[in-house]
C-alpha cells in the first residue's frame, strides 16, 4: 500500500491518485482466450443461442416456498451485489469494441473499504453528513407492519450516496440506508471515538461478514478449508491471485466468477404485509407501467422492508408450497435461487433504462466475457490443477430436486452444434459447476424440511477465485481485518453473521465496541 493508504483512511480526504485506482488483469494470462465460432457473426450467434437456455420461463414472483430455492436467506443476494460496488467500479460499458483487460482502471479502490457507504468522507462530502459524525438519512419510510425506516437522502430524487449504484434497486437501496444507520449507531455506542476509528469498527464488523458468513454460503468448504492452516485464512495458501504492489481486479471474478449472483435472482421479492408489495425485480416489458423494484428514485409509499422477509433476524414458518391461501407464505423468509446455469425470465430483457444492445443479462455476460479474452472454464481447470467437468456434467437449466417437463436440463455440447463442446464459457462453467458441489443447508424457519435444501455452493474454480481475490484484497489492504488483526471478531463473539450487523442497525441486540 502507498503511504497515503497507510495513514489516510480510505474515503476521507485524499482524491485518488493513478497508483489508488485498482488496474484490471488477469489471473491465467498464459491461457488462450476462448472462441466460439470463426469470426465475430457467428462467436455472437452461438453465444446468443446458449443465453437464450440459460434464461428460464416466465415464472411470477410468489409467496410460499419454490423448488429452486436455496437455503441461502434472501438478502445475501444483495449483500453480494453491495459488496461488488466496494470493491470495484468499471466505467468502461461498451461492447461495441474489442477491450483490453489490462488496460481498463477500476476508479474504486479495490479493497473491502466501504467507499460505497463512506464515499470521501465529511470533509469532502458534508452534505452526506449531518456535522457530528453521522449520516444524514433521508425521508421516513412507509410500509405495512414496519416502523422505523428512511429512505436515503436525495436531491431531486436521486440519492446523495457514496456510489450511486447503490441506489439502483429498492432492496440495495434500503440495505445502503442500514449500512449507514449501522454508522450512527455505532457513532451513539462509542462516544469519544473520532469518525477514523468508528470508521475503522465498522469496517472491521462489515469485513469479519465477507469472510466469515458471506464467503462460507456462497463458497463450499472444501475450498475454503484449503486456503486456511490452524482453521485461519493463510496468506501464503494463495496460489493464483498475486501481485506487485497494489491489489488488482482480475477479469476472471469481475467478468464471470462473481457474477454468480445473477443466478440467485428471484422473479420478485416480497416487501412487506401490503398485499400489492410482492413486486417483479423489473417492470413487466408488455406492461412497462406495473410497479416494480427498479431505483434510481425516491422510495415510493409502502415501501418500506421488513426484514425478516429477506434474512434470519427472526423465526418464521417456512410455509407451504404451492397453497396461495396459508397466511405463513405472505410473512415468510425468501430464500435466494440456487446458483446454477439458469436466470430468471426478467433478466432476459433488461428495461431500456438498465441495459440495452443486448438487453439480456446472460448474452451481456458471455459477450463480455468473449471480448474481454476469457479462456474457457475447462482451460482454467486445467491451470488450477482440477479435472475439468465434462460435457455431460455441465447441464444448463434449473438445478431443482427432480428436474420436471418445465425443466430442461440441457447439455452444453447440444447447443449452437457443438461451438461448446469442451469449450464453455467461464461464467456458465463456474455456475455449472456449483450444481457438483451442493449441500444441505439447514434454514431458520419452523416447518422447514429437517434434511435441509438443496444449495448450490462455488466449486474449486469458481469459488476458488472469488476466495482467493477477497482474501488477497484483504491481506493486500494494510488496514483490514486480516492485515491489521487477524485475530479479531465481534464483542459479541464470533458468531456474528449478517443477520446481527441488520438487527443492530435496525435498534436491536447489544453495544458494539
Avoid at 403 to 415: T, W
Avoid at 443 to 466: D, E, F, M, N, Y
Wanted: charged share 20%; with cysteine; net charge negative.
Amino acid at each position: 500500500m502507498s503511504s497515503r493508504h497507510a495513514t489516510t483512511p480510505r474515503g476521507l480526504n485524499a482524491t485518488r491518485s493513478p497508483l489508488s485506482q485498482g488496474r484490471f488483469g488477469r489471473m491465467f494470462r498464459t491461457l488462450t482466450p476462448a472462441t466460439f465460432g470463426p469470426n465475430e457473426a457467428d462467436n455472437i450467434a452461438n453465444l446468443s443461442a446458449l443465453a437464450d437456455n440459460m434464461v428460464g420461463d416466465f415464472d411470477p414472483p410468489k409467496d410460499g416456498p419454490d423448488a429452486e430455492e436455496s437455503g441461502i436467506p434472501a438478502l445475501y443476494t444483495y449483500f453480494g451485489q453491495f459488496v461488488d460496488h466496494d470493491i470495484t467500479f468499471d466505467p468502461v460499458s461498451s461492447l461495441a469494441k474489442q477491450q483490453d483487460p489490462d488496460g481498463l482502471i477500476d476508479f474504486r479502490t479495490p479493497s473491502f473499504d466501504l467507499d460505497n457507504v463512506y464515499g470521501r468522507g465529511p470533509n469532502d462530502q458534508p452534505y452526506m453528513y449531518d456535522g457530528n459524525g453521522k449520516f444524514l438519512l433521508g425521508d421516513p419510510l412507509t410500509g405495512t407492519g414496519v416502523a422505523n425506516a428512511n429512505d436515503l437522502p436525495r436531491f431531486r430524487g436521486r440519492a446523495l450516496i457514496g456510489d450511486p449504484r447503490n441506489d439502483e434497486n429498492s432492496i440495495v437501496s434500503q440495505f445502503q440506508g442500514l449500512m449507514l444507520r449501522f454508522h450512527n449507531r455505532m457513532v451513539d455506542d462509542n462516544g469519544g471515538l473520532s469518525f477514523q476509528d468508528v470508521q475503522q469498527r465498522v469496517r472491521f464488523h462489515y469485513q469479519y461478514v465477507v469472510l466469515n458468513d458471506f464467503l462460507p454460503r456462497i463458497v463450499n468448504a472444501t475450498v475454503l478449508n484449503d486456503l486456511k492452516t490452524g482453521g485461519r485464512y493463510d496468506r501464503s495458501k494463495l496460489a493464483y491471485y498475486h501481485w506487485r504492489t497494489y491489489p488488482y481486479m482480475p477479469v476472471e471474478f469481475s467478468v464471470a466468477a462473481y457474477r454468480l449472483g445473477h443466478s440467485m435472482i428471484r422473479p420478485g421479492y416480497r416487501l412487506n404485509d401490503a398485499d400489492n408489495m410482492l413486486l417483479q425485480i423489473f417492470p413487466d416489458p408488455n406492461n412497462p407501467d406495473t410497479n416494480a423494484l427498479t431505483g434510481f428514485r425516491s422510495m415510493g409509499p409502502g415501501r418500506a422492508i421488513d426484514w425478516g422477509r429477506f434474512i434470519d433476524v427472526d423465526t418464521r414458518a417456512y410455509g407451504v408450497e404451492d397453497d396461495s391461501t396459508n397466511p405463513d407464505n405472505k410473512r415468510r423468509l425468501q430464500f435466494a435461487y440456487r446458483i446454477d446455469a439458469s436466470l430468471v425470465d426478467p433478466l432476459r430483457q433488461l428495461p431500456p433504462e438498465v441495459a440495452s444492445n443486448p438487453s439480456s443479462l446472460a448474452l451481456r455476460n458471455l459477450e463480455r466475457g468473449w471480448r474481454l479474452g476469457l479462456p474457457s472454464g475447462q482451460a482454467v481447470a486445467r491451470a488450477m490443477h482440477q479435472t475439468p467437468l465434462t460435457d455431460e456434467q455441465i447441464k444448463i437449466g434449473r438445478a431443482v430436486d427432480n428436474p420436471g417437463a418445465g425443466d430442461p436440463q440441457v447439455p452444453i455440447a447440444s447447443i449452437a452444434n457443438g461451438a461448446f463442446k469442451g469449450n464453455c464459457p467461464l461464467w456458465t462453467y463456474i455456475l455449472a459447476e456449483a450444481r457438483q458441489y451442493a449441500t444441505k443447508v439447514t434454514v431458520a424457519a419452523t416447518g422447514a424440511p429437517a434434511t435441509g435444501i438443496t444449495t448450490p455452493q462455488l466449486g474449486p474454480v469458481g469459488g476458488r477465485i472469488v476466495a482467493e481475490v477477497f482474501l488477497g484484497m484483504m491481506f493486500g489492504d494494510a488496514s483490514s481485518v486480516l492485515s491489521l488483526d487477524p485475530n479479531w471478531a465481534p464483542v459479541t463473539g464470533p458468531d456474528f453473521k449478517l443477520k446481527d450487523l441488520v438487527t443492530y442497525a435496525l435498534g436491536g441486540g447489544a453495544p458494539l465496541h
